[in-house]
């Protein structure tokens, strides 16, 4: 059969044994388990370097689920390093332009910035400098919202194209380790109701939040303290089009955002052992009709009550899994199988794409000529962990600092809250620099400690001054707990960051 092949180049015979080895023999250079957001991202980047690569997915039907639904622009911007913008085309996507913040009724437009754009600060001097002389207005960074299915199987649509990709619907059950020594050579799985093995020199897991295999690799657990609980309403009347809504009040977040033309996708956030969702007060139904109904904006509360009627509920977990370094010989963890945060930002898929950028860069071809040459791949994969902390560590303590924030429940986060929503009404930087955070922009985490604590202060003041002159020394004393209370919700995710 190869003899067939005898006439053509060389190279074009080297392509077709690389393509039979994969295809016949299970083998290649990488093995990716999970044709999900990071899986497919990874595979694409890979095999665009000329890496032999096999993509295990457990259902290649469209994934039909409430998650990954809003790409920030530093998402939208990676995934066009990837060479995969044009999987955000034809799915009938959303531009976004930005957030609309609502808190108890009061809202406050909170646009993505107009300069930050990644580089140095005097390279935004410069670049403004110049825009202005050339009379343009710089184009604001956009992000993009769609049904999640629809992307990933355009994502997927572009794995199967690369020539150097094979994709194989299969799933996972093992990994298949060598006894001598512990390397891991590739992983067992189920084809077809068969069992099956395939083989690479660098296994990568990217099987999602439910990680079956992250547990042989670390002892921690992910935390989850609440849920997401998803609705699709139908032509709702959003106050703000092309703006993710946050709606905040006396119980925890809600999310709105267009999904498509016609759907809007609501996430409410339920934290555990909510009495008004306890089954005895009506379940989550009950607290969806009689909480969080009235809470929204009078204009969505129509489209919100038909989605209730109509739809099944459906549930996430809403997860803190903070990084690690991939030690082990042959493996690498990575999307939510190695690190998670809440997804009130929306930053998951921001995280995965530029881990796959930063991943693709440091084991090119150029850099580890070899993947099976597993101590300089262990020495790339420390300097990933630290080097995607840059844009992932603002991302991971944004997301859950926030959360702490809008989900407010004593008096002193409330006062955090109540100050970060007024800090946004000043306008400026004070919602440039959050946002351009949240969007995947501005890669300092720096800026984030900076507006964190900018927050608190303003905070404090506002607490003390909204005191007449008797409620004065209370106040004064009160706000060291404010201040201590914004300290116990960041330190400890800051902390998690600096370890390896
Ligand atoms: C409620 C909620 C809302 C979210 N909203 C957003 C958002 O708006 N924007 C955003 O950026 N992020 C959001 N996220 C986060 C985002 O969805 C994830 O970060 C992202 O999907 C992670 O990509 P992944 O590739 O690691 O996992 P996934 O995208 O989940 O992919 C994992 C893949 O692995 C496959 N798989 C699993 N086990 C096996 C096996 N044994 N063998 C073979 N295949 C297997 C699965 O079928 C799946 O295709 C949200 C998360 C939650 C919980
Ligand atoms: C596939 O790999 C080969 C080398 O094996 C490389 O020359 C080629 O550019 C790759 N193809 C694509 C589409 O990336």
Redesign the pocket.
């Known amino acids: 059969m190869v003899g067939h092949y005898n006439h053509i180049l060389p190279v074009r015979r080297l392509q077709h044994k690389i393509e039979q080895a994969r295809r016949l023999h299970h083998e290649a250079d990488v093995v990716i ?8 991202a990874v595979a694409v980047a890979l095999g665009n370097q000329g890496r032999s690569v096999i993509l ?4 290649l039907r469209e ?1 039909d ?8 622009p530093g ?1 939208v911007a990676a995934l066009e390093r990837l060479g995969l913008r044009e999987c955000l085309e034809e799915i009938d996507a959303v531009k976004v332009y930005g957030y609309d913040v609502i808190y108890y009724g009061d809202e406050v437009r909170i646009p993505y910035p107009a300069n930050a754009v990644e580089g140095g600060e005097e390279e935004l001097a410069e670049k403004s400098r110049t825009d202005e002389m050339r009379g343009t207005k710089r184009k604001r960074p956009e992000g993009r ?1 769609f049904h ?1 299915g629809r992307f ?1 199987q355009r994502l997927r649509q572009k794995a199967m194209q690369n020539p150097n990709v094979t994709v194989v619907e ?4 093992e990994l298949v380790r060598c006894s001598y020594t512990g390397k891991i050579l590739g992983v067992e ?1 189920t084809v077809q109701s068969q069992p099956d093995s395939f083989f690479g020199d660098l296994t990568i897991i ?7 295999f992250r547990k042989d690799f670390r002892p921690d657990l992910p935390v989850a303290k609440s849920k ?1 609980w ?1 609705l699709e309403l139908i032509d709702a009347h959003l106050p703000m089009p092309n703006h993710g809504h946050v709606i905040l009040g006396d119980g925890a977040p809600v999310l709105l ?1 267009q999904i498509g033309t016609h759907e809007t996708r609501a ?1 409410v956030d339920i934290p555990e052992n909510l009495p008004s969702a306890s089954l005895a007060a009506g379940g989550v139904k009950g607290h969806l009709r009689h909480v969080v109904l009235p809470s929204l904006p009078a204009q969505v509360q129509p489209s919100f009550a038909a989605a209730l009627d109509r739809d099944r509920l459906r549930s ?4 803190w899994l903070p990084p690690t370094t991939n030690k082990t010989p042959g493996l690498i963890l ?4 190695m690190n ?1 945060r809440h ?1 009130l930002t ?7 794409f530029n881990d796959a950028v930063l991943l693709s860069e440091l084991l090119s071809p150029s850099a580890v000529p070899s993947l099976n040459d597993t101590a300089v791949v262990i020495t790339q994969m420390r300097t990933f962990h630290w080097r995607r902390k840059g844009l992932t560590s603002v991302i991971n303590i944004l997301a859950q600092a926030l959360y702490s924030l809008f989900a407010a429940n004593d008096a002193q986060l409330k006062a955090l809250q109540m100050g970060c929503f007024r800090y946004f009404k000043l306008g400026g930087n004070c919602i440039d620099g959050p946002v351009g955070l949240l969007a995947g922009i501005i890669r300092k985490p720096f800026v984030l400690f900076y507006h964190f604590f900018a927050v608190a202060l303003y905070a404090i003041w506002i607490y003390i001054t909204a005191a007449g002159l008797a409620g004065l020394p209370v106040r004064l004393v009160g706000s060291v707990g404010v201040f201590w209370k914004a300290c116990v919700v960041i330190f400890p995710y800051i902390y998690s960051e600096l370890q390896s």
């Open positions: 388990v999970g044709a999900g957001i990071l899986g497919c295990l997915e457990k259902s994934p689920r409430i998650v990954g639904e809003l790409l920030q998402g919202s999640h990933i299969a799933a996972a059950t799985a990217a099987d999602g939040y439910a990680s079956k997401f998803g955002y996430l996430m977990p809403n997860s990575l999307g939510d199988a998670m997804p929306g930053g998951g898929m921001t995280v995965a």
